[in-house]
Nanobody, 123 residues
């Protein structure tokens, strides 16, 4: 019903920058919250940043001041701009989109995840 396509991951040196994007498509009535999560080897999945429909943002402690989340509602896309990257930022990053879809004329909530994109910070 809803598809998410992530892009922008890759290899970057410490101190470098990278921008991730996640575009949603399909039978979307509205999008409420969009966010980015990450999972590093041997660690639990953690919230990196989120942004509400009203533009309110939230960041995890390790990325505050370095990462910026934004959204383009016209494109149903959420971005994560990452600055001053550290080796500890190395992880698979997942996009999450929560909203409403229409199925058989009925409005239903959805909670979809992107396929994940690898971010590796290394010299």
């Amino acid at each position: 019903q809803v598809q998410l396509v992530e892009s922008g991951g890759g290899l970057v040196q410490p101190g470098g920058s990278l921008r991730l994007s996640c575009a949603a498509s399909g039978s979307i009535s509205s999008i409420n919250v969009m966010g980015w999560y990450r999972r590093a080897p041997g660690k639990q999945r953690e919230l990196v940043a989120s942004i509400s429909g009203g533009g309110s943002t939230d960041y995890s402690g390790p990325v505050k001041g370095r990462f910026t989340i934004s959204r383009d509602n016209a494109k149903n896309t959420v971005y994560l701009h990452m600055n001053s990257l550290k080796p500890d930022d190395t992880a698979v990053y997942y996009c999450n989109v929560v909203g409403d879809t229409v199925i058989a004329g009925m409005v239903e909530g959805f909670d979809y995840w992107g396929q994940g994109t690898q971010v590796t910070v290394s010299s």
